[in-house]
């Protein structure tokens, strides 16, 4: 064990309403914002997904690795269980499962950053140096980028640091909406030795990614052009990175550090994604694409629809996310936020709102048409009883209870092998851009062809609350078939205030070749995270139940399609609890 991962494991053991405004993208409860949860609820407070002891988080920030140390900052209030009163706090681990919390990393204190420290990235320099870069919000509520460096490079935790007097670094010039001018990115450093990153912007309905260069990472440059733009509203929260190809002489499942691209070999071999939230829609969407360097342009494959309706990250409530290179471990690894579902009430009584989703390892599939998402491998340690059903065959309308598991804080892995495809029904090619709208029309409820099959989780023994996470399969034509993905809340909870949408996409899988799907789902309380065909569909769903709690919550397999179906396999393990962010 390192020296910092010793240090780490001793600390780890010391121990309504309201006026509404939106401001950058969220609410504004004036009288809320500063009132300390008196208590907080445990009833629906997830066991192993990232959340601080109390009140409201938001976007990840900067996370990183240093020194053996993963680094998550967050937004955060300290005060109340709405948003206000943002810093960004900070939680280490040496694995991304048990996580200390150390001092704030960044808070309001300067002139750049009086009304503000908002979202942002962390860049490890060519030295090893971490820099965090950030939108501060100046007397005159302008958004503008900020850095601010470690005040003791030999604290692997990083508890302090300093934000140099030259700051802003980045301010917004006549021609940029100084209010929509946000979340700047990871720096990448070209061949041509200039730093790049991009800021989020907006002009009208038009979402910009705005391009900066820079020599000494502290004098910034806007380029003539922005590196991308979409008729999508605000970007928020870009990101940018490389992904290695599959045929490439790097591994194609391994994560692409930026600090490579000095190299001009690896910079040519490999593509790009770019990722932004929207802060209309409340989702994101990617494009992977190539990348001139000479020219910064970026330009997405013709088969990755560039708009609203292109590929998402998730197709549930998961928001502001924010990738980083593990060099430990050469990956990919992606954060995201998940947002309550319920009423402001209601956080303000149980005294939090918000969590990360789990970490997943990111990659360029093999036919390059996608990224493939899963937990990290880290997540297995807390697997504890096991139970297994093999070659169970569910006929239609049938269903059944997977016994032996506390299945409310669980991780489910199944496939699904389908009897008769010919009985899929008849895919209508105007549903191709909804697949959320075709969901709550033919929901679990709703008896199809082949499918709705698949669990209903955190449910009452009568099933009278419930959450399908389940597939439905489409026919085109005689040989081509589409495979739908739904989680669906609306039976969760009896309470109709509660926002409860289903949530879908489409898979990326040829179903005539395999004809199994398999499913991964992590059940956790009041989330349920699933992946569906490997990683090519992720949806996360809050959920809150109000019967199906602790050991009351059930696992069922489910199948309301006239095709037969078959578990050829179903694993399912009791989650335990790790670390949560006990303070240092």
């Known amino acids: 064990m390192g020296t910092a991962a010793a240090l780490l494991l001793t600390v780890s053991l010391l121990y309504l309403t309201a006026a509404s405004v939106v401001r950058a993208s969220h609410v504004i409860y004036p009288e809320l914002q500063s009132l300390e949860a008196k208590e907080v609820g445990k009833k629906l407070r997830t066991g192993y997904h990232f959340q601080p002891p109390k009140h409201w988080i938001n976007d990840p920030n900067g996370p990183m690795y240093y020194k053996g140390l993963y680094h998550l900052f967050y937004q955060y209030n300290p005060k109340g269980a709405v948003w206000g ?49 950030y939108t501060g919000i100046d007397p005159a509520e302008r958004q503008v980028q900020n850095v601010a460096y470690p005040a003791n490079l030999s604290d692997p935790f990083l508890r302090e640091w300093v934000k140099p007097n030259y700051n802003p670094i980045i301010s917004p010039d006549r021609s940029i909406n ?35 260069r820079s020599r000494d990472f502290r004098r910034w440059v806007r380029a003539h052009h922005s590196l991308h733009a979409g008729n999508t509203g605000m970007w928020e929260c870009p990101d940018f990175y490389p992904v290695a190809v599959a045929g490439g002489s790097r591994h194609h499942r391994s994560g692409v550090d930026t600090l490579e691209l000095r190299d001009a070999a690896v910079a040519s071999e490999v593509k790009y994604v770019l990722k932004v939230s929207l802060d ?21 494959d013709p088969s990755f629809p560039d708009n609203d309706y292109g590929l998402r990250y998730d197709y549930g409530d998961f928001y502001a996310s924010k990738s980083f290179f593990d060099p430990a471990k050469k990956r990919r690894v992606l954060w995201g936020w998940a947002n309550e579902s319920d009423t402001v009430p209601d956080d303000r009584q149980k005294g939090w709102a918000g969590i990360q989703a789990i970490p997943r390892k990111i990659f360029l599939s093999r036919s390059g048409r996608q990224l493939i998402q899963w937990p990290v491998e880290e997540v297995k340690s807390l697997r504890g009883i096991h139970v297994n059903v093999s070659n169970k ?13 506390k299945s409310v804080q669980s991780d489910v892995e199944a496939a699904f092998a389908i009897k008769d495809l010919d009985k899929a029904e008849k895919f209508d090619p105007a549903w191709r851009t909804n697949a959320q709208g075709l969901c709550n029309r033919l929901n679990s409820h709703v008896k199809g062809g082949v499918g709705p099959f698949g669990l209903w989780v955190l449910a009452s023994g009568d099933l009278k609350e419930r959450t399908a996470v389940f597939f439905r399969v489409f026919k085109t034509n005689d040989t081509n078939y589409v495979v739908l993905m739904c989680n669906d809340p609306t039976r969760s909870t009896f309470e109709a205030k509660d926002y409860r949408p289903t949530f879908a996409g489409f898979v990326n899988m040829d179903i005539t070749k395999t004809k199994k799907i398999p499913l991964r789902t992590l059940i956790d309380h009041s989330v349920v995270e699933s992946f569906g065909a490997g990683g090519r569909t992720c949806i996360l769903t809050r959920v809150y139940p109000r019967i199906a ?8 397999v489910f199948n ?14 009791e989650m335990k609890t790790p670390t949560m962010n006990q303070p240092e």
């Open 178 to 212: 100084a209010s929509a001018f946000r979340d700047p990115t990871t720096a990448w450093y070209g061949p041509d030795g200039h730093w790049r990153l991009i800021v989020g912007s907006k002009e009208d309905m038009r979402g910009i990614a705005v391009l900066y």
């Open 560 to 573: 309301n399609g006239q095709s037969e179906i078959k578990v050829t396999n179903l694993h399912a393990w």
């Open 549 to 556: 709690i602790g050991d009351k919550a059930q696992l069922f």
């Open 280 to 300: 209309l829609m409340r989702y994101e969407y990617y494009t992977v694409g190539w990348y001139d360097h000479a020219k910064d342009r970026y330009t997405p």
């Open 393 to 405: 065959a569910v006929k239609s309308g049938q269903y059944f209870k997977v016994t032996g598991i």
């Open 85 to 133: 009163n943002i810093i960004w706090a900070h939680s280490v681990s040496t694995d991304l499962i048990d996580w200390v919390s150390v001092e704030p990393g960044i808070y309001p204190s300067k002139s750049f950053d009086i009304n503000g420290c908002w979202s942002g990235s962390a860049t490890v320099l060519p030295n090893g140096v971490p820099v965090i870069m």
